[in-house]
C-alpha cells in the first residue's frame, strides 16, 4: 500500500545543516506534489513548503526562505528536504505527506516523521 | 497571512459528543481538512472538503463549514478518539501556501 518512509533521526550543532529524505512506495510519484511540515515539541503543526512529483516546482513558506531548499528524485521515488543554517528552534520533527490531488488537497499520506534536534 | 483559531482544549465524558470549531475570517469560502494525530504519531486525514471522510474514517466523525467557523463533531465519543485535532486550508489568496490551525486537544473523561 502507498507509505512514505522517511530516514532517520539526526542531531545537528548550530549552523550546520540538515538533510532529510521521504521515499515513495506503491504509487506514481510524478502524480502527486509532497509538502513538508514540522512540529516543535509540545507545538502545531507549521507547513515548510511543497514540492510537485511532477516537475519539482517549490514554493516554501515565507519564514524559512533562503534557508530551506526541495528536491525530488523521480528515479528513486524520493524527496528531499535541505535545511541549513540550524538554530536551536528548528528542533523539531519533520513530517514528508502526500497530496492527494492538484488543487487545493489535503494530505492523505504521512511519513513517520524524522526528529532533528539541534543542540550545542 | 491567514490565521486559523482553535480552542486549545476539549474535554467530554465517553458516549457523548464533542465538538471542535477552528474560526478563520470567511473561511465558509475555503475547504477545511481535519487531521488526527495521537502521541508519537503522524497526522491522520479525518474529513476533507468540510464534510467528506477518507475510507476508513467512521461515520461518527463529522466535519461543517460556514461562515466564519468550521467544526469538527465527534459523536459517541469513545477513548480512542483522544487526540489533537488541527484543521487545515489553502490560502489561495496569499502566497498560495497552507494554513494549520493552532490545534485542539481532545481528552476522554
Known amino acids: 500500500q502507498v507509505q512514505l518512509v522517511q530516514s532517520g533521526a539526526e542531531v545537528k550543532k548550530p549552523g550546520a545543516s540538515v538533510k532529510v529524505s521521504c521515499k515513495a512506495f506503491?504509487?506514481?510519484?510524478?502524480?502527486?506534489?509532497i509538502i513538508w511540515v514540522r512540529q516543535a515539541p509540545g507545538q502545531g503543526l507549521e507547513w515548510m513548503g511543497w514540492?510537485?512529483?511532477?516537475?519539482?516546482?517549490?514554493n516554501y513558506a515565507q519564514k524559512l526562505q533562503g534557508r530551506v531548499t526541495m528536491a525530488t528524485d523521480t528515479s528513486t521515488s524520493t524527496a528531499y528536504m535541505e535545511l541549513r543554517s540550524l538554530r536551536s528552534d528548528d528542533t523539531a520533527v519533520y513530517y514528508c505527506a502526500r497530496a492527494a490531488r492538484h488543487v487545493d488537497p489535503y494530505f492523505d499520506y504521512w511519513g513517520q516523521g524524522t526528529l532533528v534536534t539541534v543542540s550545542s | 497571512s491567514y490565521v486559523l483559531t482553535q480552542p486549545p482544549s476539549v474535554s467530554v465524558a465517553p458516549g457523548k459528543t464533542a465538538t471542535i470549531t477552528c474560526g478563520g475570517n470567511n473561511i465558509g469560502d475555503k475547504s477545511v481538512h481535519w487531521y488526527q494525530q495521537k502521541p508519537g504519531q503522524a497526522p491522520v486525514a479525518v474529513v476533507y472538503d468540510d464534510s467528506d471522510r477518507p475510507s476508513g474514517i467512521p461515520e461518527r466523525i463529522s466535519g461543517s463549514n460556514s461562515g466564519n467557523t468550521a467544526t469538527l463533531t465527534i459523536s459517541r465519543v469513545e477513548a480512542g478518539d483522544e487526540a489533537d485535532y488541527f484543521c487545515?486550508?489553502?490560502?489561495?489568496?496569499?502566497?498560495?501556501?497552507?494554513?494549520f490551525g493552532t490545534g485542539t486537544k481532545v481528552t476522554v473523561l
Open positions: 506503491d504509487y506514481t510519484f510524478t502524480g502527486h506534489s
Open positions: 487545515q486550508v489553502w490560502d489561495s489568496d496569499g502566497d498560495q501556501h497552507y494554513v
Open positions: 514540492i510537485s512529483g511532477y516537475n519539482g516546482n517549490t
